[in-house]
């Protein structure tokens, strides 16, 4: 009967060992799963924000929308445009062209009831990082 009960103990001490090594083999390869997808989505964010530029050309204070001129002047496409005056979102300004590509030149006039004024801030950004700013004239 002794020589059993030793048997048993060091096949439940192997069985736990063997369960625990799994169980930390299956977490750490789990967490560097996670690690690698979020260390390349931020890659991929800073990359974009490098070779993403925009540049405000001019802006046009005119009555029924103000239309600011804007230019792509880097080495991707942009795209989802969005406008602010004095760091205030226009909740809903006409792009045209939705998207720029590399050296392309678009315009955004502002929202009914959104006016410039001379002295604001007016800054544009895109959905790949790229941010101008301008003070209109």
Do not use: C
């Not at 001490?13 to 625990?20: E, R």
């Not at 299956?26 to 974009?48: D, Y």
């Amino acid at each position: 009967m002794k020589g059993v009960s030793a048997i048993v103990v060091i096949i439940l001490i192997l069985l736990i060992t063997v369960s625990l090594a799994a169980l930390a083999y299956t977490f750490f390869t789990g967490m560097m799963g996670v690690a690698t997808e979020e260390t390349a989505e931020a890659i991929e964010h800073t990359t974009s924000s490098m070779l993403g530029r925009v540049k405000i050309d001019s802006i046009k204070i005119q009555a029924g929308g103000d239309v600011v001129y804007i230019r792509n002047t880097g080495d991707i496409t942009l795209t989802s445009f969005e406008l602010y005056i004095n760091e205030n979102p226009d909740p809903n300004p006409t792009v045209n062209p939705t998207t720029l590509t590399p050296g392309s030149i678009g315009n955004i006039t502002t929202s009914a009831g959104i006016n410039i004024v001379s002295g604001d801030k007016v800054k544009v950004t895109s959905a790949e990082g790229a941010i101008a700013t301008r003070t209109a004239q």
